[in-house]
């Protein structure tokens, strides 16, 4: 399974997009970029992933490169409920483990 | 909606005691996991299943073992609970199509 790494920390101000990066330079050609985030004392939650094709939902935007070497997940209108860690994981389809890393400890601000 | 449950969000147990952590999921997933969280690691593969009575070892079995009798439950068990098992344990099932983790909220246990 590819590494990612994230900034450890980020601020974003109530109500701007906050975008939160990633890079997995060793992602392989079927492997998934995933995002996950867990609020403090819960289980994790998942956002969104795609494979090469930028993709939107309710939650967020994921914006991948064309070399797919980073990404950059998109909290349109962030609100104080989105403070929480941030995880970006790559994953094959027929990979069972995810290697989790530290995540961003993302913190939106009034 | 979408639901993974675990039975306890919070155990004390005491050290040599054995202790069982339940995990129910209503989504008729074949494959769930069993994960440990601490301060600094982040999530840690403890154990999975991708069928009935099929198990797996993760990252870090030594100490657990687990029991997959029916396709929507899948329990992890300390056979003799020691201080550094000290943990939030976290359940997850997965779907096949889309392949995203469902979580339950976790079981925070105290070994003393």
């Known amino acids: 399974d590819a590494k990612t790494t994230q900034p450890t920390s980020m601020d974003c101000a109530e109500g701007r997009a906050a975008n939160l990066p990633c890079n997995h330079s060793?992602?392989?050609?079927?492997?998934?970029v995933y995002w996950y985030r867990q609020i403090h004392s819960q289980g994790p939650q998942y956002i969104i992933h795609?494979?090469?094709?930028?993709e939107t939902n309710e939650m967020a935007s994921l914006i991948i490169t064309e070399d797919r070497k980073s990404s950059t997940l998109i909290l349109p209108h962030a609100t104080l409920r989105d403070t929480a860690v941030y995880y970006c994981?790559?994953?094959?389809?027929?990979?069972?483990?995810?290697?989790w890393g530290a995540g961003t400890k993302l913190i939106i601000k009034p | 909606d979408v639901k993974v449950t675990q039975s306890s969000r919070y155990l004390v147990k005491r050290t040599g005691e054995k202790v069982f952590l339940e995990c129910v999921q209503d989504?008729?997933?074949?494959?769930m996991f069993w994960y440990r969280q601490d301060p600094g690691l982040g999530l840690r593969l403890i154990y999975f299943?991708?069928?009935?009575?099929?198990?797996e070892k993760g990252d870090i079995p030594e100490g657990y073992s687990v029991s997959r009798e029916k396709k929507e439950r899948f329990s992890l068990i300390l056979e003799s609970a020691s201080t550094n098992q000290t943990s939030m344990y976290l359940c997850?099932?997965?779907?096949?199509?889309?392949?995203?983790?469902?979580f339950g909220e976790g079981s925070r246990l105290t070994v003393l």
């Open positions: 997850a099932s997965r779907g096949p199509s889309t392949g995203e983790l469902f």
């Open positions: 795609g494979l090469k094709n930028n």
């Open positions: 994981i790559v994953r094959g389809d027929s990979n069972y483990q995810l290697i």
């Open positions: 989504m008729d997933h074949e494959n």
């Open positions: 299943s991708y069928d009935v009575k099929m198990k």
């Open positions: 060793t992602i392989s050609g079927n492997e998934y």
